[in-house]
């Protein structure tokens, strides 16, 4: 039998927002993470290494609130991507972080034809 650890884990929400961003690119229709303000109008693609650029994570006491800025693939169901993609973001996050996600809320900044 495990001996019991006191103590508490605290988890950056940095932290969170670079896993919700990795699970967020494994979701059929996203083409990748976007910033969150648009410039001229255009959504700017990140980069892997700076996908919590893309995320926006707010701690609420025990659970947390997630904003995600994606650009969708041209020609997918929009509601749908964004319906699998707050799913899987919520279970990866509760699953692997252990954290209670209050809410998923998915921002599309804009449309992407993959070549």
């Given at each position: 039998?495990?001996?019991e650890?006191h ?6 929400d940095?932290v969170?927002?670079?896993i919700a961003g ?6 059929y ?7 969150p303000?648009l410039?001229?109008?255009v959504a ?13 994570v707010h ?6 609130k997630?904003?995600?800025y994606v650009v969708?693939e041209?020609?997918t ?6 319906h ?6 919520r ?22 034809i993959r070549k």
């Open positions: 039998m495990p001996e650890v103590g508490r884990i605290e988890i950056h940095d969170l927002a670079e990795f699970a967020a690119l494994e979701c229709g996203v083409v990748g993470m976007a910033s303000t410039r001229d109008g700017q693609l990140l980069s892997r290494d700076k996908l919590r650029k893309g995320v926006s701690s609420l006491g025990n659970s947390v997630v904003d995600l969708i041209h020609g169901n929009l509601s749908q991507v964004s699998n993609l707050s799913d899987r973001v279970y990866v996050l509760e699953t692997q972080a252990g954290v209670k996600v209050d809410e998923v809320d998915v921002h599309v900044q804009g449309i992407k």
